[in-house]
């Protein structure tokens, strides 16, 4: 990858009666930017905003190296080389499939080439064998995949996401995600996804920026931020650490597979993918128990040496750990203040983090 | 022959009016109802008002106005004759101009309405595939509002074929130039020809039914778009 990939920047203010959005943002111009936060945080205006479908007096906005905003220049959205994903399926009625993707890569400068083939989007999202139909014959799903493989063929600098699987039920979504993944591995194009669904942020960021009431309470690496005990994603029921790690070791006998990252490794369930792979694994803190001595007889696979970094109240008689594993991977524990208080658990402390369960992404 | 040689050319005249008409409300209207559909300006109200005048006005009200306006003094009158055209009123295109009044929101409000239920997604959509809003216009509004535009043009034409006030006022009962069918049947009525007004009201009156007819049974289903 290229690492002098120019930032992304968006400085919006925004007022209006009854909400404001008052932002200063810098994010990476690649990967996938997750911006979460609850409903009404204004994480759909800010894309908006970015987009141009939103006027933002006095605000900038510039991605890929270009200012689509400054001062009274103001580059109107059909201008702004992006890619932008509703949350509905917004697929023109009126058009086949196949229209409906050519429809705006027909429109698109191709005097520099496209950096995504029209056949590479199709074949990407699986939906070659859907060309000929009109919308109204397709599932949301398939709907929603083809939007995606049409704004993917304008070859944009960015893709902005709106919630894109919101409108879809637990199948559908476990349809598309894949895909989604695909995307982040296979496209070099930076994605700003609006999210206010933890799972998928946790399966898809590597960035994460938290809004709250118009305003960033948190931006920076997804690891990073989810393992931030001061931030409100710390104190959801299903808060917890994400790791990135390595396909090292396939124990067919026990039908298990170790996952090796920077500070240890993992046994999950058998993961078929080949050896070096990356994947993605999520660490609940309610699945983390913490043990001040190696544990004899016990039957959780998984043992980590750790190191208490922070301790936190987290609602009454619960505190939440945050302990080092190596040198940069965290792992977020919730147990009772009682076993804090039993145990003498402080800050700086060695520990034995037991992992109970290990969700792949 | 059921038709006189005048009950036949009134028909004539009848048709090519209301397709006159309804071909330049199109290109009059379509601009009016797309901006009714999306202002947000304070002159939606006073504007949408006046194109739906002609819905409540007599049509002898209507045609006294334009009368008076077109006629010898009035200013379009005058504007007319400075360009050598003569004055309007008793001529087939004056004719067309006041149709064109009284036949407004029978195009405008259809239009407007299928602008308005297709609202701003699909628009911003096509300005998000580098459609500019001229282009975003033709490629998308249009087609999406297509029924809009068969119903509004439908219903302008059987308005202009069953004007007969506005007629009256300001095209008189010249033959070949202004004597369209519902004058034609006055006539009829008025010289006591029962016969011949029965043969022509009774086309008008299948005339008028089919239309109908057509709109109502053809309508697109709106919940599939």
Request: charged share 20%; proline share 6%.
């Amino acid at each position: 990858m290229n690492a002098n990939v120019p930032d992304i920047r968006a400085r919006i203010d925004l007022r209006f009666p009854e909400f404001s959005l008052d932002v200063d943002l810098t994010i990476p111009g690649r990967g996938v930017t997750a911006l979460f936060g609850p409903s009404g945080s204004g994480k759909t205006t800010l894309l908006r905003c970015i987009a141009g479908l939103e006027r933002a007096p006095g605000g900038h906005v510039s991605v890929a190296g270009q200012v689509w905003q400054d001062g009274d220049n103001f580059v109107p959205t059909y201008k702004r080389p992006l890619g932008y994903v509703f949350q509905e399926a917004s697929l023109f009625p009126h058009l086949s499939v196949k229209n409906n993707l050519e429809y705006g890569r027909k429109r698109v400068d191709a005097s520099h080439g496209h950096k995504v083939s029209l056949d590479q989007a199709i074949d990407l999202l699986g939906i070659g064998h859907l060309l000929d139909r009109k919308p109204d014959r397709l599932s949301g799903g398939e709907r929603q995949r083809v939007t995606l493989a049409r704004a993917l063929a304008l070859s944009p600098r960015i893709l902005l996401m709106d919630e894109p699987l919101a409108a879809l039920d637990l199948a559908r979504k476990q349809e598309i995600l894949p895909y989604l993944e695909r995307l982040h591995d296979e496209l070099e194009i930076p994605v700003l996804y609006v999210s206010h669904a933890p799972d998928e942020v946790a399966r898809l960021a590597d960035h994460l920026v938290l809004l709250e009431k118009g305003r960033v309470i948190a931006s920076g690496s997804l690891h990073e931020t989810l393992a931030r005990l001061d931030l409100p994603t710390a104190h959801f029921d299903d808060a917890g650490a994400v790791i990135e790690a390595n396909v090292a070791q396939q124990d067919e006998k026990y039908h298990l597979t170790r996952l090796d990252f920077a500070g240890g490794n993992l046994w999950v369930g058998k993961v078929d993918r080949p050896f070096g792979s990356r994947v993605r694994a999520r660490v609940l803190a309610r699945d983390v128990s913490i043990a001040t001595q190696a544990p004899q007889g016990s039957s959780i696979n998984n043992i980590l040496n750790a190191r208490i970094a922070e301790i936190r109240d987290d609602g009454p008689g619960k505190v939440l750990v945050r302990m080092r594993v190596g040198d940069t991977q965290s792992l977020l524990s919730r147990i009772t203040s009682r076993s804090r208080d039993h145990l003498g658990l402080v800050e700086g402390m060695y520990v034995c983090a037991q992992v109970k369960s290990v969700a792949l992404m | 022959m059921l038709l006189s040689e005048g009950d036949l050319g009134a028909i004539i005249l009848t048709l090519e009016l209301a397709s006159i008409v309804t071909a330049i409300l199109l290109v009059l209207g379509t601009p009016i109802a797309w901006w009714l559909a999306r202002t947000k300006s304070w002159w939606k109200g006073p504007l949408g008002a006046v194109v739906a005048l002609p819905l409540v006005l007599p049509p002898s009200v209507l045609g006294f106005y334009l009368l008076l306006t077109m006629g010898p003094h009035g200013p379009v009158g005058q504007f007319t004759q400075w360009l050598g055209l003569g004055t309007l009123p008793f001529t087939f295109w004056g004719l067309v101009v006041g149709s064109v009044f009284y036949s407004l929101p029978f195009m405008v409000q259809p239009v407007q309405n299928a602008f308005e239920a297709i609202g701003e997604r699909p628009l911003e959509v096509a300005a998000t595939l580098r459609a500019s809003p001229l282009d975003s216009f033709f490629s998308v509004a249009l087609p999406l509002a297509l029924p809009g535009f068969l119903t509004a043009s439908i219903l302008t034409f059987a308005h202009t074929v069953g004007e007969f006030g506005v007629v009256l006022m300001i095209g008189g009962n010249i033959p070949g130039e202004t004597r369209v069918a519902s004058v034609q049947i006055y006539d009829h009525v008025e010289a006591l020809e029962y016969g011949q007004a029965h043969n022509l009201s009774a086309i008008m009156l299948i005339f008028s039914f089919l239309v109908l007819l057509a709109l109502y049974a053809w309508r697109p289903n709106p919940k599939k778009v």
